[in-house]
């Protein structure tokens, strides 16, 4: 990651920084070499790793710094040094909507970076109303339904075929994993 940041503007809040975060999409597993070939151009660039630690085979075990976001990193430009970074080894793309990239907001950046660093954050797969998901703890353990939000709560619609009937489970998102489409539970 390069440190060194130029301020060439102030707001009202101090320093402001012309450049942009953008995500960038890369190579399936080229998160750590697209970073290294980024510091190396003097681009600033920001892959969030968590540590997990995993149990080997033989039973080892290790710490791994994995990516936060797979095939994903943040590079730090000025709109117009768009294309120094899609020379960038392993890069596909930069997210955004065709010719326009879509910039990733300085206070998510931010965020990521201080949770990090206190080691707070975890990847968590992407779940949004109507996902099929699993409840995995509580009385409704094992469970299966879709995920919907009502009057800003998460619920889990779960269906007895049998009689074709369908309860509604309030849930917290963290209490939910989502399932494969050809998983089936007995009741659902």
Not at 129 to 152: D, N, P, Q, Y
Request: net charge positive.
């Amino acid at each position: 990651m390069n440190s060194s940041i130029g301020y060439c503007d102030y707001g009202p809040s101090g320093p402001v920084n012309p450049n942009n975060w953008f995500a960038v999409f890369t190579v399936p597993r080229h998160e750590k070499r697209v970073e290294e070939h980024c510091h190396v151009r003097d681009l600033e660039s920001f892959l969030p790793l968590y540590q997990v630690e995993r149990r080997w085979k033989d039973g080892s075990k290790k710490v791994l710094q994995l990516p936060l976001f797979a095939s994903y990193i943040f590079v730090r430009i000025p709109q117009g040094r768009r294309i120094s970074v899609l020379e960038v080894p392993g890069v596909i793309s930069i997210v955004g909507g065709g010719r326009e990239s879509l910039p990733v907001s300085e206070s998510y950046i931010h965020f990521l970076q201080e949770g990090l660093r206190q080691g707070k954050i975890e990847p968590h797969p992407y779940l949004t109303a109507g996902t099929r998901v699993r409840i995995r703890s509580g009385m409704m353990a094992g469970m299966e339904g879709v995920l919907v939000r009502t009057k800003g709560k998460y619920r889990v619609v779960v269906a007895l075929e049998m009689i074709m009937k369908s309860v509604m489970v309030e849930v917290e998102v963290e209490e939910v994993e989502a399932v494969r489409e050809a998983s089936h539970s007995y009741f659902c």
